[in-house]
């Protein structure tokens, strides 16, 4: 029992075995033999602190960057997050150096200094020093990790095999005590007993090692043995550090690439069935990781660049090939049908591994592991060779898709830019990434010349040929095989993928269920919102919470960080219900940064913000209540003189309407820069500045912002009474609402708050930048909008929709809203009107949501950022989920409202709430003992199990009856293209036409149904 290992204490303790630190510098011993001039200098110090390459405060920041930004891309050698520089210095003198080499790459010249240093070292150690140390393995480690990094020349595959020697000499790789000899016959041989360090070292050196002799081509040195594989599920259990926790999928994932490879390799003849088995277990497998994950794939790195580079494999394979499956490209397929196969697959897994660079944010290049980049070449190289083929003969009518997919002449042509400009300005002609823009550019080059004779003329062969094409690398001590890349950042990838293969990725492969089609907007009634309802209260309860925890922690995981030292910030979410109208606003949460209470009271419902962009708004809402729409009138009606400018590419001014002004296409310039935000805009300055600017864009093309747009509908109001822009306000909607705090900023303008850190000299169009509010203002402008208080109904409802969409099929632009788009491609969506702004240190948002009958504001201060710059998207990401709780609140309500039975002497009928849909499930319906389900599935033509017969509210009602209509769909057709049809707005009515009318009491309790096309009235049963 004595000799069993306490494996807790063993993996902490720090133990006198030869890979322990020596807590010393490293001091080179005399030379035992002669060497050449090049080798070392005896007498010169290894320390980069005291050889003044750079100063301790330089080695902080660059290990802070190590730590930070690099090890998740290498999350095999790692430092104590308190450790400082002088103890790393002092106790693990070659990982330190290792370590502020790779992470110095700002500055080449340092880099290369340490870097040579470094080698210095590995020297000094092989010749005559203490080699077999864990010190000098972590540092070989971290070499070899960046080694596109080493300065030349470059020792990739030597200093790899230094590594795995020392693995060797030290035993890393087995327990330390194997009792093989032992009565039990080694019961423990796999049980984890070195300390963390060494097993995270060694994971390493296999990591690197089997990737290598892979994706390079080299003979493998390393081989799996289930104590590595052991020894990572130790450390994953152990959880000292956060990337612990990927490490076993890690290793797990590495050995099914070595099993591809094994499979695609062997030297004995492997039968087609027998090799198809393999993959589809490895496939399964893969499938099964992926799926089991106990975090998202996103969140570490090499992981995904393995799951990426395993998939490939797998759609490049073939028996008894070659790596990456590149004697593809020189055999002819036995058929199309097989060619087209292979093209999908291996064209799809390329495009994956090449999106990690546009998703990648700008600067990240530099951490990227060296292994990581030589993926990126393997898929770069692919992708070309594949997109020829798809584009040769007699195919390329059928891959034209798969070709839009990679879209490689732009893909190329981007990435050229991106890496010419990612070493900077002033790195030196030998920077990595110079190297790779080169390569880059060949590759483009030749991908270029190539594809102009592809297309030209038909190929007898599929295959373009090999011999003349360029292959690229980064590292020197790399191969230049062609090899490929995964990607990271999983949101950034799926964000960069056509919608078309969004649809087909995500929906085909899950087998849609299906879910009702609801007309746009006709989901559920609006909530019933009340401060005292249950719903209600539980919702304010848990997002007071929810700030008040986002302040006492400065942000959290979920949303992320805030600056509560020096961001002010208030919010409120306000009904439009006529029971609200003295009292719109149901949630509230302020918050005075400790720097804004020092000069500032605590902010309230009454305090004062200036609200920028937001502005266009109220200009767009006196602009209805004073005119009317006229959106088609051209503004020449009312500024006659634009009609007289001069130019060769002047505006058509006879062509732009007060729509395109208020909807932001008028493809105007930006700005005039005549007018200041605090005082009032001069018509003749503007027109002499504005008028001769040639446009953006002609009229009602594209979205593009125009503050002068919204200056032009101020003067044309201006224009028609002589009055000036705060008089037309105030006449318009300041004096009818009420609004007692709010105006537009003047010299004479008090009570913002902070003003100390407002300009009011701000060049900017005032129309659109210069009015001032309050939250309690604006919830009386947002319950005016939504009741339609100033404005008809009708003006109203046409005012709250999107105009026009933009490049992102997520937004849209309206009145002036910016329209973000909420939900799912195949679910009903929701539209918030919203419309954010920014002045100086102050930033706003303002939305509505016409399906909840509901809106919110935001508003902040923090002196502390550069103009325009203050970030509310923590804030409003926590807004938006409020709204969402809306949705759940209305389908509860709709359930207790107006779901249930009801019946009359010849009827009964059942409508309830579902999973699959909005709306109520018409689940029983009889009349004179006729099934109206089963008469109405046969009249339509689809099967009585398949029918979904659905009701959705309309806004025809009275103060008794409310209108639903009834939508059919057959819950069985077929997907098209990868998205399920949503088309019943063109189908209400057709074949079969029915609506159900509620009855409410006074109570507004649904007390019966009426549906006159089948004439009958039933109550709800009691």
Request: glycine fraction near 6%; include cysteine.
């Amino acid at each position: 029992m004595q000799d069993k290992l306490d494996v807790g204490s063993r993996s902490e303790q720090s133990s006198t075995s030869p890979t322990s630190p020596q807590h010393r510098r490293v001091a080179v011993p005399s030379p035992a033999s002669k060497r050449s001039k090049n080798a070392y200098d005896k007498d010169a110090s290894f320390d980069p602190f005291e050889r003044r390459i750079i100063s301790f405060q330089a080695g902080k920041a660059l290990l802070e960057i190590f730590k930070t930004k690099m090890t998740p891309y290498f999350p095999f050698v790692l430092f104590p997050s308190d450790v400082s520089i002088e103890e790393l210095n002092s106790e693990r003198p070659c990982a330190c150096l290792a370590a502020l080499a790779a992470a110095s790459h700002a500055d080449a010249a340092t880099q290369k200094q340490l870097g040579n240093m470094f080698k210095e070292i590995v020297a000094a150690r092989m010749v005559d020093g203490d080699f077999n140390q864990l010190d000098l393995m972590q540092g070989l480690l971290i070499h070899v990790a960046w080694g596109h990094y080493q300065p030349r020349p470059k020792r990739y595959m030597q200093h790899l095999h230094l590594i795995t020697s020392i693995v060797s000499d030290l035993r890393l790789d087995k327990p330390r005590k194997v009792k093989l000899w032992s009565a039990q016959g080694g019961k423990d041989s796999n049980k984890p007993d070195w300390g963390s360090d060494e097993m995270r070292a060694l994971a390493g050196a296999y990591y690197l090692s089997s990737s290598s002799s892979i994706i390079l081509q080299k003979t493998r040195q390393s081989f799996h043995t289930p104590y590595i594989l052991a020894c990572c599920r130790h450390l994953a259990s152990l959880n000292q550090y956060p990337t612990e926790k990927y490490l076993p999928y890690m290793i797990t994932v590495q050995i099914l690439i070595e099993e591809v490879e094994d499979l695609v390799c062997k030297n004995t003849f492997v039968e087609g069935l027998q090799f198809s088995t393999g993959c589809e277990e490895i496939t399964q497998k893969c499938a099964d990781i992926k799926s089991t994950l106990p975090f998202p794939l996103s969140e570490s790195p090499p992981l995904l660049l393995q799951i990426h580079i395993l998939e490939l494999l797998l759609s490049q394979s073939s028996p008894r090939g070659t790596a990456f499956g590149l004697d593809k490209f020189q055999n002819a397929f036995q058929d199309e049908t097989s060619l087209m196969d292979w093209l999908s697959a291996s064209m799809s897994a390329a495009r994956s591994l090449i999106s990690i660079i546009f998703a990648m944010p700008q600067g990240e290049e530099m951490a990227m592991s060296n292994m990581g980049w030589i993926m990126m070449n393997c898929a770069l190289n692919l992708a070309v060779r594949l997109d020829l083929i798809a584009a040769k003969g007699s195919i390329s009518g059928f891959t034209k898709h798969l070709r839009r997919f990679l879209d490689m002449r732009h893909t190329l042509r981007q990435l050229v830019l991106r890496f010419e400009a990612t070493p900077g300005p002033n790195s030196p002609p030998d920077h990595p990434f110079h190297s790779l823009a080169k390569r880059l550019r060949r590759l483009e080059d030749w991908y270029l010349s190539q594809i102009e004779h592809h297309t030209a003329e038909s190929c007898p062969s599929i295959s373009p040929q090999l011999s003349d094409q360029p292959t690229i690398n980064i590292s020197t001590g790399a191969s230049s095989m062609p090899v490929g890349a995964p990607m990271p950042y999983q949101n950034g990838l799926l964000s960069a993928l056509p919608v078309a293969v969004l649809a087909q990725k995500e929906y085909i492969d899950n087998n849609v269920p299906f879910f009702g089609c609801a007309p746009l907007g006709a989901y559920y009634p609006p909530p019933t919102i009340s401060k005292t309802s249950k719903p209600f209260k539980s919702l304010i309860s848990q997002f007071t919470k929810t700030f008040d925890d986002l302040v006492k922690n400065g942000g959290s995981e979920k949303y992320g960080e805030i600056t509560p030292n020096t961001t002010s910030f208030s919010v409120i979410i306000f009904g439009g219900d006529e029971s609200l109208r003295d009292d719109p606003v149901f949630f509230e949460y302020h918050y005075t940064s400790p720097e804004d209470q020092e000069s500032n009271g605590n902010i309230t419902l009454t305090t004062k913000f200036p609200l920028g962009d937001v502005s266009m708004v109220f200009t767009v809402y006196a602009w209805l209540a004073k005119m009317g729409e006229q959106w088609e009138t051209p503004i020449t009606k009312y500024l006659p003189e634009l009609a007289h400018a001069k130019g060769s590419l002047k505006v058509a001014w006879g062509e732009v309407t007060i729509g395109a002004l208020a909807g932001q296409i008028s493809g105007l310039s930006r700005e005039s820069k005549a007018c200041v935000v605090g005082e009032p805009c001069d018509w003749k300055a503007f027109e002499k500045a504005f008028a001769n600017k040639s446009p953006y864009f002609l009229p009602d093309t594209t979205p593009i912002a125009s503050y002068a747009a919204f200056q032009l509908l101020a003067f044309a109001m201006q224009r028609t009474d002589g009055a000036d822009w705060s008089s037309v306000l105030e006449d318009t909607l300041l004096r009818p609402l009420d609004m007692a705090s709010s105006g537009v900023l003047s010299a004479d303008t008090k009570d913002i708050f902070a003003m100390e850190s407002l300009n009011i000299s701000l060049i900017g169009e005032p129309a659109a930048l210069s009015f001032v509010s309050s939250m309690k203002d604006l919830a009386r402008v947002g319950h005016s909008i939504l009741a339609a208080d100033l404005l008809s109904p009708a003006i109203t409802r046409r005012w709250l929709h999107p105009m026009s969409d933009t490049s992102n099929l997520r937004n849209g632009v309206g009145r002036p809203w910016e329209v973000y788009r909420a939900g799912k491609n195949i679910r009903p969506i929701l539209d918030a009107l919203t419309k954010g702004g920014s002045i100086g240190k102050y930033a706003s948002y303002f939305g509505l949501t016409t399906d909840f009958n509901a809106g919110f504001a935001i508003l902040a201060h923090d002196s502390s950022v550069e103009d325009r710059k203050l970030d509310l998207n923590v804030i409003a990401d926590i807004v938006s989920e409020v709204l969402g709780y809306f949705q759940q609140i209305t389908h509860q309500e709709t359930e207790v409202r107006y779901a249930g039975k009801f019946e009359s002497k010849n009827g009964q009928a059942t409508f309830n709430t579902t999973d699959n849909g909005h709306g109520l499930e018409v689940q029983k319906l009889m009349i004179n003992g006729v099934n109206v389900k089963d008469q109405t599935a046969q009249k339509l033509g689809i099967q009585a199990k398949n029918l979904d017969f659905r009701l959705y509210p309309s806004n025809v009602q009275t103060g008794s009856q409310h209108q639903w209509i009834a939508v059919f769909q057959d819950g069985s057709a077929l997907i098209d293209m990868g998205t399920p049809t949503c088309t019943t707005w063109q189908e209400v009515g057709a074949g079969v036409e029915i609506r159900v009318f509620f009855t409410t009491n006074k109570k507004g309790n649904v007390v019966g149904v009426e549906i006159p096309q089948l004439d009958i009235k039933m109550k709800r049963a009691s």
